[in-house]
C-alpha cells in the first residue's frame, strides 16, 4: 500500500512540477489566438469549454487502454508502477502535451504533417501510411471488441437456434455510430456525449480506489521492484513497456491530440488539455494494477503468487481482461459497478474507436489538402477508410490486437524525434525528449527482434543466441538514430528555422 500511495503521489507531483516545467519549455502564450478562433468553420475548429476538452481529450487516449494493459502489465511486478508513474511524467504526459501544443501553433495540423515539417518528405510519407493504418486497426479493434462484450450481455437464443442480438448485430450498430462521429461536427456527438462517458469513468476508478483502501488482500511492495514476476517468465524488457502503452507512453495519443488542438480556446490550458489528461491516465492505470494484485491475492488458498492467481483467473476467461474488471467491479461496488464494469469494457472502447476514424479522416484531409466544411467533401474522404475497417473487422483479431500494440509504441518514437527535432530548431532544452525517444527505439527495437510470436525470433526459435543479438541490436538502432541527429545538428542552419 505504501508503494501505491507513493506512486499516486507522485504523479500529481509529476503535474504540478515537471508539468509546469515542460509548459514554460514550450512557452505556452495566453495572448495569441489559437485555431479554434482563427480557423472556426463549426465542424472541426470549434471553440469549447477546458473542461469539456480535458474530458474528450481523456477519453480520446483512454479506452480500455489503462485499465487493460495495466492488469496485464502488473504481471511482471512492482516494476509496472515503477514504468507507469516514471513513464507517464516524463515520457507520455510530455509526449501529449508537446505534440499537441505543436499542432495547436500549426493551426491543428495532423501528427503526420508536423512529422514531416520537422523530419523531411520522407518522414511524412511514413507518417502518413502509419498514422492512417493504426487509425483503421484501432476503429476495427474497438467494433469487435465491444460487439462480442455486447453479446455476451444481452444475446439470447430462439427456439430454432437462430442467434438474435449477435456480435454482428451490434458491429452494425458501433460502425453506423462511427460514421456518424466521424462526419458529424465534433460538438454534435463528440462534444455532448464524451465528458458524460469520460466523469462516469473516473467515478468508476475513484470507486476502484476506494476498493484498493478497504478491501482485503495483499498488494505487492517495492522491496522487488525490479525482479520478473510473470507467470510466464516473458522478459520484463521490453515486454512490460509494450503491455503498458497507455497509463504511460502510446503514440496513439498524438494522433488524438490535434483534434482538441482545434478546439482549444488558450494556450494556457494545454497543460489541463494534454498533460493533465494523461497524468490521468496514469492515475487510472495504477488504480487498476493495484486492485488487480488485491484481487488475485483473494484467489484460492492453495499457495500460489497473487500474479499466479492472477494470470490463472484470466486463463480461465479466454486471458481477457475484462473478466477481470467485471469481477472487481461487482464484487467490490455491487449493482452499481456492474454498470460501471459495461461501461469500462463496452462504452471505453466504442469511444477511442470513433474518434481514431475522424483523426484519420483529417490525416487524409490535411494530405489531400481537401477542406472539410462541407458533408460531401467530408464523405469523400472517410468513405475508403470505412470500407478498409470493415475489411480489417473480419481479420483474426489476436493477430490485429498484436501488431496494433507494436505499431502503437512505434509511432511514439517518431513523435519523440519530431518534437526532438522542433524543440533544437526553436532553441529549447530538447533533452526532455531526447531521452524518451532512445528509450522507446530501444524498447520497440528489441521487441520486434525478441518476442516469441510476433518478433523475428519466432523465425529462429533454436537459435539461444537470440535474446543476446535481439537486446544488442537494440541498443545500436538508438545509437545510430542518436548519431543522425547529432549530425543533424551540426549540419543544421538557423537561417532555415522553421
Known sequence: MITFCTALAMLVLGYCIYG????????????????????????????????????????NIAGTGPIFGAIQGVLFGPAAYFWIVLGCIFGGATHDYLAGM????KNGASLPEIVG???????????????????????????????????????????SG????????????????????TLLPVSTLIGRIYPIFGVALLFMAAGVAFGVFTQNGGMPEITDAFANHHPKQLPLFPMLFITIACGAVSGFHATQSPMMARCQKNEKHGRIVFYGAMITEGVV???????AMKFADTLGTDGATPYEKLANFMAQNNNNPAAVVNAICQNWLGSVGAVLAVLGVVAAPITSGDTALRAARLIAAD???????????????????????????????????????????????FTFWTITVWLFKNGKPYIITLIPALFMTCVCTTYIMISPKEGLAAL????????????????????????????????YKPELKA
Open 20 to 59: 509546469s516545467f515542460v509548459e514554460r519549455v514550450f512557452g505556452a502564450d495566453s495572448s495569441k489566438k489559437t485555431p479554434a478562433y482563427t480557423m472556426e468553420d463549426g465542424v472541426d475548429y470549434v471553440p469549447m469549454p477546458t473542461w469539456r476538452v480535458y474530458l474528450i481529450q481523456f477519453l
Open 102 to 105: 505543436i499542432s495547436l501553433r
Open 117 to 159: 515539417d520537422q523530419l523531411g518528405s520522407s518522414g511524412r510519407f511514413a507518417m502518413r501510411a502509419l498514422s492512417l493504418v493504426l487509425m483503421v486497426m484501432v476503429g476495427a479493434v474497438f467494433v469487435t471488441t465491444p460487439s462480442a462484450l455486447l453479446s455476451n450481455l444481452t444475446g439470447y437464443e430462439s427456439a
Open 162 to 181: 437462430d442467434f438474435y442480438l449477435s456480435a454482428s448485430f451490434f458491429a452494425v450498430i458501433i460502425f453506423i455510430y462511427y460514421i456518424l462521429a
Open 285 to 291: 492505470a495504477l488504480i487498476w494494477a493495484a486492485a
Open 367 to 413: 494530405f489531400l489538402h481537401v477542406e472539410q466544411k462541407t458533408i460531401v467533401k467530408r464523405l469523400m474522404v472517410a468513405a475508403p477508410i470505412f470500407v478498409l475497417s470493415a475489411v480489417i473487422m473480419n481479420m483474426d483479431f489476436s493477430i490485429l490486437w498484436r501488431y496494433f500494440a507494436w505499431l502503437n509504441q512505434t509511432l511514439s518514437i
Open 460 to 491: 529462429f526459435p533454436g537459435v539461444e543466441a537470440w535474446p543476446t543479438i535481439s537486446y544488442a541490436v537494440g541498443i545500436v538502432v538508438p545509437l545510430v538514430f542518436l548519431c543522425m541527429f547529432v549530425k543533424f545538428m551540426k549540419n
